[in-house]
């Protein structure tokens, strides 16, 4: 049997009859964009993440571009950030004209390391964003400790961690604003683009929907130069049904990486995500972690198992920056060991017991 990286049909046989409804409603309708089923999604996920305002956007991406337009980060301010996410979190501040300064991550979340961000911090830096990497919270506690000392603005990049918990809160309830991404493979992903901006801050969530809609006021009174970007309708209602089965699925992605945590401890030189005792993670993605990370990917996909390298480069490493003014690129050591070495085992919602088991022995005869 074949296991593949992640498979999504669960989450349309799941809600099979509710999806085949909503697809014909919205169809006959033919109200494809914003609405009613928007307006109930925002709702849905702000009350799930705990924040006041949830404003729905086109894709994961565009949240952190209108979170940083909205709160006026702009040229030759210096945004601090992880080297260990998504090409978007570190191209949003590109877009905006400021600098991204990278900071180092901890060895064994991945994330972030609070302890690194202090000495990056300049009088031109102006804001922190800390990405819950993998589906695991940052530390927010230390990081909002910072950022508070410091006077910065604090965003979080959540794109990857919908449900994660942290204390007492759930992902998307840090700092002035979260974004979230609904793309496909995400915890909670739709059948199309799609993302939201999470916050408590009611004149910020004011500005975000002005911005996403070309900055008008109102009926053709523009009074900022924004941008189109949006949620339809169809994504909206899938989503909202989506949300209902979320934390059944993220428990799922916890069991796999259980039983992987539990099979494979101690084989070979693996090394197994660390989770912290102050949250709950949801295993967007379950990332292990080798000197022989190709090798193993190669050996495994020869064997019908789906895996990937998250991620070939840490982005200070993209040349790309390199040519950005005033950009000085940094040494990070633990990020650059990092590189090539971390690999994906699937643990999607729906994986079967015999897969989980048929990954456990392909990566027991690698090392055999
Ligand atoms: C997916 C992702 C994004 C971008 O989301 P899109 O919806 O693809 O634009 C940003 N940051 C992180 C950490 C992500 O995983």
Request: hydrophobic share 30%; aromatic share 16%; no cysteine.
């Given at each position: 049997m074949a296991v593949p990286m992640?498979?999504?049909?669960i989450q349309y046989t799941e809600l099979q009859n509710e999806s085949d409804a909503l697809w014909r409603d919205v169809m006959s309708n033919a109200a494809y964009i914003g609405g009613p089923r928007v307006t109930q999604l925002e709702e849905d996920i702000a009350s799930y993440c705990g924040v006041k305002h949830c404003i729905a956007c086109g894709n994961g991406t565009d949240a952190l571009f209108l979170i940083l337009e909205a709160l006026g980060i702009r040229k030759r301010d210096e945004v601090i950030t992880t080297?260990?996410?998504?090409?978007a979190t570190a191209e949003c501040i590109v877009h905006m004209g400021a600098t991204p300064v990278f900071v180092d991550i901890e060895a064994?979340?991945?994330?972030?390391?609070?302890?690194?961000i202090e000495a990056a911090i300049t009088p031109r830096t102006k804001a922190i964003i800390p990405v819950d990497i993998f589906g695991q919270c940052a530390d927010w506690d230390a990081i909002q400790a910072i950022a508070d000392r410091h006077g910065l603005l604090l965003i979080e990049d959540a794109c990857q961690a919908i449900g994660a918990g942290y204390r007492t809160r759930r992902a998307g309830s840090f700092g002035r604003a979260a974004a979230f991404s609904f793309?496909?493979?995400?915890?909670?992903?739709?059948a199309g683009d799609g993302g939201c901006i999470t916050t408590d801050d009611d004149a910020l969530a004011e500005r975000v929907r002005l911005i996403a809609k070309h900055?008008?006021?109102?009926?053709?009174?523009?009074?900022a130069f924004g941008v189109n970007s949006r949620l339809d309708a169809l994504q909206a209602g899938l989503l909202s049904l989506r949300l209902t089965k979320l934390d059944a699925w993220n428990e799922q992605r916890r069991s796999a990486a259980a039983y992987y945590r539990q099979q494979l401890s101690?084989?070979?030189?693996l090394v197994m995500p660390v989770e912290r005792d102050y949250g709950r993670a949801v295993y967007h993605l379950f990332m292990v972690r080798s000197a022989q990370a190709t090798d193993i990917v190669d050996f495994l996909r020869d064997r019908g198992i789906g895996t990937a390298i998250y991620y070939p480069k840490a982005l200070h490493q993209q040349e790309v920056f390199e040519t950005l003014p005033g950009y000085q690129k940094p040494r990070l050591p633990i990020a650059e060991a990092c590189a090539n070495k971390l690999f994906a085992l699937p643990a999607w919602p729906g994986i079967q017991t015999e897969q989980l088991e048929q990954v456990v022995d392909a990566v027991h005869a690698y090392f055999d």
């Open positions: 992640l498979d999504l049909r080297p260990w996410t998504f090409f064994d979340t991945y994330n972030i390391d609070p302890d690194t793309f496909p493979t995400k915890n909670l992903g739709g900055g008008e006021a109102g009926k053709y009174l523009h009074t101690g084989v070979g030189d």
